[in-house]
């Protein structure tokens, strides 16, 4: 599992989420990685797609919400990252609806937002969290 639990900011909710976040790009890359014929690796790649386009809304809401309620100072810059991974979502999702399914166009997509994913929560939401820390608690 792509999932660590070195990845937790200590907050349940957002862990909760991103663990699900985790949880459905690597199915979606087993998937694509798999012998599975095309019609359930595309039902697999619409589920996962619908899913970003909704989740990833929503989990990064909450996770500007708290850090609102905090008072990070990076903010700002933060929700910048956020609106960037929603942009890409949208266009992969658009190019999708509009040409079909495309392995080319899912192993960039699956790459991308596990790597993205990745980097994201072990890098820039640790920052959250220490900050939390620093500030006297989650």
């Known amino acids: 599992m792509f999932w660590k639990d070195k990845y937790e900011v200590g907050v349940e909710l957002i862990d909760n989420q991103h663990k699900e976040l985790f949880r459905r790009v690597e199915d979606c890359i087993k998937t694509i990685r798999s012998t599975t014929l095309g019609e359930e690796k595309a039902q697999k790649v ?3 797609l619908e899913f970003m386009k909704e989740y990833v809304v929503e989990h990064f809401r ?3 919400e708290y850090q609102i309620k905090i008072g990070y100072p990076d903010y700002e810059k933060h929700k910048q990252i956020h609106d ?12 999708y609806e509009k040409d079909g399914y495309n392995d080319a166009l899912i192993q960039k997509f699956a790459g991308r937002l596990l790597t ?7 890098a820039e939401d640790q920052k959250i969290a220490d900050y939390a820390v620093k500030k006297g608690g989650i």
């Open 46 to 48: 619409n589920e996962t």
């Open 62 to 64: 909450d996770e500007e």
């Open 84 to 95: 960037s991974m929603v942009s890409f979502v949208l266009e992969v999702s658009e190019e």
């Open 116 to 122: 993205w994913l990745i980097n994201h929560v072990a």
